[in-house]
């Protein structure tokens, strides 16, 4: 018989597992907005308690389509407390400000030694290199971003979304919910993300 594969980042997702999985989505001036809304409004669906925190402060952000969009709060708050998962979305701008920012670096640090989930789009992952995170896995992005990251990764270019131990990767907006539901599956199971992109008309393994 073969033993059932082992998901180290979901609890039981029974009836009686009351464990709410948390996960908190970095908001940047400059930020894609399709990647950013995404993420927050599929891990929501999924029954993640998701916090958007401002990179800058609690102010409304701009993001790179002018779309503006207000946080729950800054990250400054944001950080009392552990998250399931950290969630970096893409676009240039916003990603070169994660990649500056120290609170940035001090928080990816502390995810990744606790061994929980990190995820990143498009231009972000590229906040993850600056910031040394997760060196030597395999990884992807929006395919310009490429240069900056072959020699730290192992670059894949096949798919829309690699997953590499507690690291998650995915390639831009037309794959942000490949990728969300990703990062659902992983919290809340393969069936709830199955319920969540059935309802969205979408289709999840």
Do not use: W
Not at 27 to 54: H, K, N, Q, S, Y
Not at 71 to 86: F, G, I, N, R, T
Not at 92 to 101: F, I, Q, R, V
């Amino acid at each position: 018989k073969r033993l059932a594969q082992i998901n180290p980042f979901a609890c039981n997702y029974s009836k009686n597992c009351k464990m709410t999985k948390t996960a908190l989505v970095i908001l940047a001036p400059g930020a894609e907005e399709m990647e950013f809304i995404i993420a927050a409004d599929v891990l929501r669906r999924a029954g993640i308690t998701v916090t958007v925190a401002g990179l800058n402060g609690s102010e409304p952000v701009k993001c790179s389509r002018d779309v503006i969009i207000v946080p729950d709060k800054s990250l400054e708050q944001a950080v009392d407390q552990p998250y399931d998962v950290v969630v970096l979305p893409g676009g240039l701008g916003g990603s070169n400000a994660m990649g500056e920012s120290k609170a940035v670096g001090d928080l990816l640090r502390t995810q990744d030694s606790a061994g929980r989930l990190i995820a990143a789009i498009c231009a972000a992952p590229t906040a993850l290199a600056k910031h040394g995170i997760g060196s030597g896995k395999a990884v992807t992005s929006y395919p310009s971003m490429k240069s900056e990251l072959v020699e730290k990764y192992s670059y894949v270019d096949d798919k829309n979304v690699v997953q590499d131990g507690n690291l998650i990767t995915s390639r831009g907006p037309g794959t942000a919910y490949e990728f969300a539901l990703k990062i659902s599956e992983q919290l809340a199971g393969v069936e709830k993300a199955q319920e969540v992109a059935k309802g969205l008309l979408l289709t999840f393994k």
